[in-house]
């Protein structure tokens, strides 16, 4: 049977260039040139899908989805905006949208957000998995009942119940920025897209950009700053398919990872067909030396283990942490809260650079030469604490939870990436 979309925008030229493009892909099309006219179609016709305006006379987009909400909840809604703004998109996406797209509208951005929104949608083209699967060693699939009980290879894939939003500023761009969080189908992926545009990017290795004091990815036009404490969440939860929708940086929160653990929470989390294996290492691998300053290693493990030292100019010092993952519980309590932290010093030429201008004294914790200048610790050792969980986001840029016990001292996201890159080549599994 074929999916019934309905389109609800007062423009005619957008309701028919929008109902011949989902025509030619084979859904059914109901119009509606407004609100009023739209609520009164849905009690003959209930559709699959709505792609609703948001600005509209009389009564808007945002009065027509407390509707459609309120009478049909199961009916998925995709938002359209010509004017929109991270505060529009979290505002929609609260009231129960379900992904958000912005004008002017695009062939390929329409037909990616319709088949996300639909059951057993997908977000890749054919060219795109192909591309995917040329440059990633994991493949997710059904397994045997005996493969199964193999414990600790493989693992049941895992998205988020529902729709869920965040606001907040971005570190270093100083941007008002926010986060979309949509479930998405198997074998998607974790996949980073603008909310002003429907382009995407993996992540993934192969789309590391840059590691100037934050991880950036980059495909094409978009890129996406400051994703490692979101990922080491993703990480630790097992979420291993998520479209989540920011804008050119994911927001520092407090500058730490707490906030990230809270909306995963407050989404749910499912269980999925299908499962993944996980990466296991079964050799040294090594960036620096370890008799010198700085290097990181992982060797072979049954947990995922990671031990950080640094030992600097005072008031940082010598510190050092150790982290056995054993769920998230203990996550939350020991690694997630740990903050960014940064100098007086390193902070002015951070903003001579074009960064950290979103740097404030509540979501870094700022250093002079004596002493922290703006809070109180956390944890003694919280600065090294706040390096594992740099470690764990970049670590799920391979795509897949690893085990494997780290050894890393005074290193950061650059020495991070290197490692991962020597893992990937030998990676055979």
Same mark, same amino acid.
């Given at each position: 049977?074929?999916?019934?979309?309905?389109?609800i925008?007062?423009?005619?030229?957008?309701?028919?260039?929008?109902?011949?493009?989902?025509?030619d892909?084979?859904?059914?099309?109901?119009?509606?040139?407004?609100?009023?006219?739209?609520l009164? @179609?849905?009690?003959?016709?209930?559709p699959?899908?709505?792609?609703?305006?948001?600005?509209?006379?009389?009564?808007? &987009?945002?009065?027509?989805? =407390?509707?459609i =909400?309120?009478?049909?909840?199961?009916?998925?809604?995709?938002?359209?905006?010509?004017h929109?703004?991270?505060?529009? /998109?979290?505002?929609v996406?609260? !009231?129960?949208?379900?992904?958000?797209?912005?004008?002017? %509208?695009?062939?390929?951005?329409?037909?990616?957000?319709?088949?996300r929104?639909?059951?057993?949608?997908?977000?890749?083209?054919?060219a795109?998995?192909?591309?995917?699967?040329s440059?990633?060693?994991?493949? /997710?699939?059904?397994i045997?009942?005996?493969e199964k009980?193999?414990k600790?290879?493989?693992? $049941?894939?895992?998205?988020? @119940?529902k729709?869920?939003?965040?606001g907040?500023?971005g570190?270093?761009s100083?941007?008002?920025t926010?986060?979309i969080?949509? $479930?998405?189908?198997?074998n998607?992926? *974790?996949?980073?897209?603008?909310?002003?545009?429907?382009?995407?990017v993996?992540?993934?290795l192969?789309?590391?950009?840059s590691t100037?004091?934050?991880?950036t990815?980059?495909?094409?036009?978009?890129s996406i700053m400051?994703?490692?404490?979101l990922?080491?969440?993703l990480?630790?939860?097992?979420?291993?398919?998520l479209?989540v929708?920011?804008?050119c #940086?994911?927001?520092? !929160?407090?500058?730490?990872?707490?906030g990230?653990?809270?909306?995963? #929470?407050?989404?749910?989390?499912?269980?999925?067909?299908?499962?993944?294996?996980?990466?296991?290492?079964d050799?040294?691998?090594?960036?620096?030396?370890?008799?010198?300053? &700085?290097?990181?290693?992982?060797?072979?493990?049954?947990?995922? *283990?990671?031990?950080?030292s640094?030992?600097?100019?005072? $008031?940082?010092?010598f510190q050092?942490?150790r982290?056995? %993952? #054993?769920?998230t519980?203990v996550?939350?309590k020991? *690694?997630? $809260? /740990?903050?960014?932290y940064?100098?007086?010093?390193?902070?002015?030429?951070?903003?001579a650079?074009?960064?950290?201008?979103?740097?404030?004294?509540?979501?870094?914790?700022?250093?002079?030469?004596? =002493?922290v *200048?703006?809070?109180?610790?956390?944890?003694?050792?919280?600065?090294?604490?706040?390096?594992?969980?740099?470690? %764990?986001?970049d670590f799920?840029?391979?795509?897949?939870?690893?085990? &494997?016990?780290?050894?890393a001292?005074m290193? &950061?996201?650059?020495e991070?990436?290197?490692?991962?890159?020597?893992?990937?080549?030998?990676?055979k599994?």
């Amino acid at each position: 049977m074929k999916n019934r979309i309905m389109v609800i925008d007062d423009e005619a030229s957008i309701r028919q260039s929008l109902s011949d493009i989902l025509m030619d892909e084979g859904f059914d099309v109901i119009l509606a040139s407004d609100g009023h006219e739209a609520l009164r @179609r849905l009690h003959n016709a209930i559709p699959d899908l709505i792609l609703l305006d948001i600005w509209m006379p009389d009564m808007d &987009g945002t009065e027509v989805l =407390k509707e459609i =909400k309120n009478r049909w909840p199961d009916i998925k809604v995709i938002v359209i905006s010509g004017h929109g703004t991270v505060e529009t /998109a979290v505002k929609v996406t609260k !009231l129960g949208a379900s992904d958000y797209i912005e004008k002017p %509208l695009s062939l390929e951005g329409v037909l990616l957000a319709v088949r996300r929104a639909l059951p057993e949608g997908d977000v890749y083209t054919k060219a795109e998995k192909e591309k995917i699967e040329s440059i990633d060693n994991f493949s /997710a699939k059904k397994i045997t009942a005996a493969e199964k009980d193999f414990k600790g290879v493989y693992i $049941p894939q895992k998205t988020i @119940r529902k729709s869920i939003v965040i606001g907040g500023q971005g570190l270093h761009s100083g941007m008002k920025t926010g986060l979309i969080l949509s $479930p998405l189908p198997p074998n998607s992926g *974790i996949i980073f897209a603008e909310l002003s545009s429907e382009e995407k990017v993996p992540a993934r290795l192969d789309y590391i950009h840059s590691t100037d004091y934050a991880t950036t990815i980059k495909s094409g036009h978009i890129s996406i700053m400051t994703i490692e404490h979101l990922m080491a969440v993703l990480h630790v939860y097992n979420i291993t398919n998520l479209l989540v929708k920011t804008g050119c #940086e994911v927001p520092i !929160l407090d500058g730490s990872a707490r906030g990230f653990c809270q909306i995963i #929470e407050d989404a749910g989390i499912e269980e999925q067909d299908g499962f993944i294996k996980e990466l296991t290492i079964d050799d040294t691998y090594t960036v620096g030396n370890t008799n010198s300053s &700085g290097y990181i290693s992982i060797i072979p493990s049954s947990k995922l *283990i990671i031990q950080y030292s640094m030992d600097s100019p005072l $008031p940082l010092g010598f510190q050092e942490a150790r982290f056995v %993952l #054993e769920g998230t519980e203990v996550f939350k309590k020991e *690694i997630a $809260p /740990a903050r960014t932290y940064g100098s007086v010093k390193d902070y002015g030429k951070l903003e001579a650079m074009g960064l950290a201008k979103g740097g404030r004294l509540s979501n870094v914790i700022l250093v002079d030469e004596e =002493k922290v *200048i703006n809070t109180s610790l956390r944890f003694p050792n919280e600065f090294a604490r706040h390096k594992i969980l740099d470690i %764990l986001g970049d670590f799920y840029l391979l795509g897949r939870p690893v085990r &494997g016990e780290i050894h890393a001292r005074m290193t &950061g996201h650059t020495e991070n990436i290197a490692l991962l890159k020597k893992v990937a080549a030998c990676d055979k599994n």
